[in-house]
């Protein structure tokens, strides 16, 4: 750590949560018999971005994948599937304890549209552990928004620098980087454990 950390901040649903979009492409593939390409443009395409940045709701968003599976299918099931793609990472929540009871304040960018985010919080109730957030669909943006970084500097009440945002992609951390919050890319919770959670106690303590 280049100077003290005082907040430590997630990319919710790829750190927190294994990002299920990989697994509910392939679950579309072989359950309504589209083609992997189809799947994608639907679950991360152009298509999906109002829904993704709160300008529309779930079956809103959801009517679309009509126009390519047809009549025949259930909205409520295919949200279901759509949802349940992700899985919370248990040890990443014994991370976030571990944090909490420590004087460093843990935040987290969500990208998760609102009915996901509510349905996933009402299942795994993640969010007690963390002291503040800030959410993509309230802001109307998508990461990696640079907005999104910025709301996440105001609401710390801190200094840019005196921030860790932890993510699994790079260009998820350029925004970060750019506005002057440190960074680090996410690859497994064990290397974040040994090599960076004790750096980042250990500046509390300097």
């Not at 309504?32 to 443009?41: G, I, L």
């Not at 309230?138 to 990461?143: M, R, T």
């Amino acid at each position: 750590m280049t100077s003290m950390i005082k907040v430590t901040a997630f990319d919710l649903s790829r750190v927190i949560y294994l990002e299920g979009l990989d697994k509910a492409i392939i679950s579309f593939v072989e359950k309504y018999k589209m083609s992997e390409d189809e799947a994608r443009n639907l679950l991360q395409g152009e298509s999906s971005i109002p829904y993704l940045s709160g300008k529309e709701d779930v079956y809103q968003y959801l009517n679309r994948f009509q126009s390519v599976l047809g009549t025949d299918f259930s909205l409520d099931d295919i949200k279901q599937k759509i949802f349940d793609a992700n899985k919370l990472r248990p040890e990443m929540l014994l991370v976030l304890m571990t944090l909490k009871d420590s004087p460093i304040k843990t935040a987290f960018i969500s990208d998760f549209p609102k009915e996901e985010g509510e349905y996933l919080e009402e299942k795994y109730q993640v969010l007690q552990n963390f002291n503040f957030g800030v959410y993509a669909w309230q802001e109307g943006e998508y990461l990696p928004a640079k907005a999104l970084y910025q709301r996440l500097i105001y609401k710390s009440g801190v200094e840019a620098n005196e921030i860790l945002y932890i993510d699994n992609r790079e260009d998820f951390l350029t925004p970060a980087q750019e506005l002057g919050l440190q960074t680090y890319l996410y690859t497994t919770t064990e290397d974040y454990c040994n090599n960076i959670l004790p750096g980042i106690l250990d500046t509390v303590s300097e």
